[in-house]
C-alpha cells in the first residue's frame, strides 16, 4: 500500500539519480547467469571443436541429401520430384526419432505426430522457399 514518502510507479520512486532503475543490476540474464550459473563446469576445449564439428556436418549432411537425385537424374524437373521424396522421407524418420529421443510419450501415435508434424514444418518452410523465389523471378 502507497504511504506518503514512499517511493510511487508514477513519480521518480523507482529511479536514481541517473534515471536508471535501481533494481535494474537485478534483473536481466546478465544478473541471472551471474546469480545462478556459478555451478556450471568450465568447458573442454576440445568439446567446444567437437560440438562446432557435429554441428557443422549435420548441416552439410542435411543440405547434402536432398542434392543427391540431382546428381542421378538428368531433367532437372524430375530430380525435383525425388529430390522432394526423398527429403520427405527423410524428414519423416527424422521426426519419429526426434520424438523417441526427446521422451515424447503416445505410443506410435505420438511417433506419427511427430513424424507428421516434423514434415510439415519442413514441407512447409520448403514451400516458402521456393514461392519467394518465383516471385523474385517475375
Known amino acids: ?7 510511487s510507479i508514477h513519480g521518480h520512486g523507482g529511479l536514481e539519480d541517473g534515471g536508471s532503475l535501481k533494481w535494474s543490476n537485478d534483473v536481466g540474464i546478465t544478473a541471472f547467469l551471474l546469480k545462478f550459473g556459478e555451478g556450471m563446469e568450465e568447458i573442454p576445449t576440445r568439446r ?13 549432411i542435411g543440405g547434402l541429401v536432398p542434392l543427391i ?13 525425388y529430390s522432394s521424396i526423398v527429403t520427405g522421407i527423410i524428414l519423416l524418420i527424422f521426426g519419429a526419432v526426434k520424438t523417441h529421443v ?26 516458402a522457399a521456393f514461392g519467394i523465389v518465383k516471385a523474385l523471378e517475375t
Do not use: H, K
Not at 567446444?48 to 552439410?60: C, D, N
Not at 537425385?69 to 520430384?81: I, R, S
Open 69 to 81: 537425385p540431382y546428381f542421378f537424374v538428368t531433367p532437372a524437373q524430375t530430380a525435383l520430384v
Open 102 to 127: 526427446t521422451g515424447a510419450t503416445g505410443g506410435w501415435r505420438g511417433y506419427m505426430w511427430g513424424a507428421v508434424s516434423m514434415l510439415a514444418v519442413g514441407g512447409g518452410a520448403a514451400a
Open 1 to 7: 500500500m502507497y504511504t506518503a514518502g514512499s517511493p
Open 48 to 60: 567446444l571443436y567437437a560440438s562446432a564439428f557435429t554441428i557443422g556436418m549435420g548441416y552439410f
